[in-house]
């Protein structure tokens, strides 16, 4: 189309310059007219070369453009075929797997046939079985399951008895009295050593360039914080970090926060800090009595002078025997209640000795000698009744226990100590007995993995189907339990589940 328009473009253009010379020819001389004419010729021949080019651009463009879909259509072509050859092995696989399919399911229609067949043997087989074991026992099958079930029924009814029996046996010779001294003996001795408290904090810094602006100039502003909070002040190698040292755990904790906020103002010069220090020293001792309080409140021990539940309070800044002292004193609270509940002793008596047994951990910073004896000496000062502080200095021996309850706060300090994660030593004892456990379990014959679990108070040995059948799985039971009896050492009761069971897997393709 578009060689057209050129092509007719050139021949207008060429008709137009001839009328134009004729009409000039008429009206001018012979000399312009022969000029003129010259000039048309020109005109005509130029805008014949121009309609050759544009010829020639339209030829070669359509070539281009023949070429160009030749190519296209050489593509779709070998696209077309590649597309029919996938379809046609597509076409083969489905017809193979159909053809398999069918194979399948006729081969699954003879192996139900063959099953059927084979079902009806086995159940002629089993009545035939059944009868002859009938015709020589002389019973039939209800009386054979009969006299399984009564046989059952005896050894279950045996082990019941001898189980009452022995507990009847040791509540007649031991009695209340006696019970309840070998309980919290035991209890007791579960006490052991413990790591030693935390004296030091650190306080993180935003660049070390920090710890040249609280030292200040010739040492002025860390000797003010020193002289303000009665720490030390520990600027080491330690990168970003400066480190507070003291045995006050209250004093320690003033200087941590004061140093928070002089860090995150970022103006430190003496008068600076000393302002600062008077309100840190307003919120740890706000921290304090509220802590206290919460003590009080949780373990409902009441009657307490306040300067005695102040010092509780303080014990949250305290660490000892690798625990936090006012957590511990609490959790010691609730498991002497506990304990002189079931004991039938005098509870408020058991919470009140317990929540105050590590009191003098308060001030042993301050005032040298044991702290049972310390925090007896201040429960007195401060009207506490004797039988509490008899259990405060009881707690560690400093005095002769006087009752019942001292003993139970002794082993409750204990249980709170010694418990799994307590300390390094009771957990490395709990894990050696959980590891000895699955082992014992995994010698028997059929057990495919054991677990311990519940802390080690319930084993569960999954065994193999194929090895150990349902009543095999009961024996295995108490076969393990009976080991674990003759060969652990362990408190309360351990609950041995066996676990037998089958599956069946197929894929879905």
Same mark, same amino acid.
């Given at each position: ?17 001839? $009328? ?6 008429? +009206? ?5 007219? /022969? ?45 077309? =075929? ?45 009545? &035939?079985?059944?009868?002859?074991? &009938? ?35 040791? @509540? ?21 050593? =413990? ?7 650190? /306080? ?8 040249g602006r609280i030292i200040g100039k010739q040492g002025r502003n860390i000797k003010a914080i020193e002289m303000a909070t009665g720490v030390d002040l520990v600027v080491d190698e330690t990168p970003e970090a400066v480190l507070i040292s003291s045995h006050n755990p209250v004093r320690r904790e003033v200087a941590r926060i004061a140093l928070l906020k002089l860090i995150s103002d970022g103006r430190i010069h003496p008068g600076r800090i000393e302002s600062v220090v008077k309100k840190a020293e307003e919120e740890v001792n706000a921290a304090v009595e509220e802590a206290g309080e919460q003590a009080v409140l949780e373990t409902g021990v009441t009657g307490l002078h306040a300067e005695i539940v102040k010092l509780l $309070? ?5 660490? +000892?025997?690798?625990?936090? /002292?006012?957590?511990?004193? /609490? ?21 009140? $000795? ?6 003098? #951990? ?6 040298? $000698? ?10 007195? #000062? ?28 002794? @082993? ?98």
């Open positions: 189309m578009e060689l057209l328009l050129t092509i007719g473009i050139g021949l207008v253009l060429g008709l137009v310059g001839l $009328g134009i010379g004729i009409v000039l020819q008429r +009206s001018l001389t012979s000399a312009q007219i /022969v000029a003129r004419q010259a000039e048309l010729h020109k005109q005509l021949s130029d805008g014949e070369a121009r309609a050759k080019d544009l010829i020639l651009k339209a030829k070669d463009e359509g070539l281009k453009l023949r070429e160009e879909a030749e190519n296209e259509n050489k593509r779709k072509r070998a696209d077309l =075929q590649r597309e029919d050859e996938r379809l046609r092995h597509r076409r083969e696989s489905v017809d193979r797997k159909q053809e398999m399919l069918e194979n399948r399911d006729r081969k699954l229609d003879q192996v139900e046939k063959d099953l059927e067949q084979k079902r009806v043997k086995a159940d002629q087989l089993l009545a &035939q079985q059944l009868q002859e074991l &009938q015709r020589i026992s002389g019973l039939s099958t209800d009386d054979a399951k009969a006299i399984l079930l009564q046989q059952v029924e005896k050894d279950t009814r045996q082990d019941a008895a001898r189980l009452i029996r022995e507990i009847e046996q040791h @509540a007649r010779e031991d009695g209340e009295r006696r019970a309840r001294e070998i309980i919290t003996t035991a209890i007791e001795r579960v006490a052991s050593d =413990q790591v030693a408290e935390t004296t030091v904090s650190l /306080v993180p810094l935003p660049n070390d360039e920090m710890k $309070g303080q014990l949250k800044y305290r660490t +000892s025997y690798g625990q936090h /002292v006012l957590n511990h004193v /609490v959790e010691t609270t609730h498991i002497a209640g506990m304990m002189a509940s079931e004991l039938k002793a005098d509870v408020q008596l058991a919470k009140a $000795g317990a929540l105050l047994h590590d009191l003098g #951990k308060a001030v042993t910073h301050e005032t040298g $000698g044991a702290h049972a004896q310390i925090g007896a000496d201040i429960a007195r #000062k401060y009207g506490v009744p004797e039988p509490v502080c008899n259990i405060i200095a009881a707690h560690h021996s400093e005095e002769e226990a006087k009752s019942l309850e001292a003993i139970l706060v002794i @082993a409750a300090d204990a249980i709170s100590g010694a418990r799994p994660g307590a300390r390094r030593e009771s957990l490395e004892q709990y894990l050696k007995r959980v590891q000895a456990l699955e082992e014992m379990a995994n010698a028997f014959v059929g057990v495919q993995q054991s677990y311990a679990i519940q802390a080690g108070r319930e084993i569960r040995i999954i065994v193999k189907p194929d090895h150990i059948d349902d009543l095999g799985a009961i024996n295995l039971s108490k076969q393990i339990a009976k080991k674990v009896e003759d060969n652990l050492e362990y408190p309360g009761q351990i609950k041995v589940t066996v676990i037998r069971e089958t599956r069946a897997v197929e894929f879905a393709k």
